[in-house]
């Protein structure tokens, strides 16, 4: 879909970086500017956004940045793909994933593009299609992405009722991130393990969630960065106060209390209160409100 508008975005961002005479300079304006096309085309829907990103890589000097840059087109051909249910965007998104560096990159955009090609194949009734996502899931050479396109195809599976798949899938996300000695950050562990306790809690399985939070505090206890600790403890104890109003469990209320206490940065600790206090203060548990204080 073609209009004055995006045309107009386009030739006034492509005006913008011609204008900049230094070479590295220009090409990181097109790198910064790819990104923001690719969020275009998804906020609009509109491939026209896509087209130029592409046709701007060949201005972007660096072979890293230019990597990147097909990262954020390639996750933004996949999310359009989903918003319209479109197979040809999602066979696309793969197409253009051939333009990232292999390894991290390359795990990033295929993430994408397994939700991508799931998500089309099963609201299309294409059980071929939705056959392929798992194939390219296994292809995957990071094991946080791996593990992330996993869950994304339990999600699929559970919206479409078929919760024992959607278990079957998650239970091989939490396997890869179990047994992987790759994952250099215990961040990116303790991430992985609190979105696999919010989707095990959705399916139904509150023993393998609260195993999966219980992995997560123990992932974050060794974290030095204030902030990066600050924003794992928030994300822990919202997913365990929503676990304890779910399955009406107080331990985990008293969890997520606890966890609040290892919050430090204030902007994490006035949001996460609010949060937990609004909750806490409806369920009548008073005591644990004043240990927010």
Known sequence: MVNDTSLEFIREFKKNAESITNDIDRSKKYRAGIAALAQKAVETNNTTFLDAAVRFTGKI????????AFVDIVRGTARMAINTTDAELAGRSLELSANTEAGHDRSHALQGVVAAIADVGMNMNEPDTFENSKELAGTIEYDTYRSSAWRSIARTQHSND????????????????NKS???GQEIYRASAYVDLAKLFIDLGQEGMA?????????????LEDEF???SIFQTIAETQIRMGVRTMNSGLLEDAVESFGYITREYYRTSTRQTLASVLSNLKEDELVKRLA
Do not use: F
């Open 210 to 222: 609260r195993e999966c939070i219980i992995k997560a505090v123990d992932s974050s206890a060794g």
């Open 61 to 68: 000097i660096d072979e890293h940045d230019r990597s990147k």
């Open 181 to 183: 000695k790759l994952i």
């Open 228 to 230: 990066e600790c600050s």
């Open 162 to 177: 078929d919760t024992p798949s959607a278990v079957e899938s998650a239970n091989k996300a939490m396997a890869i991130i």
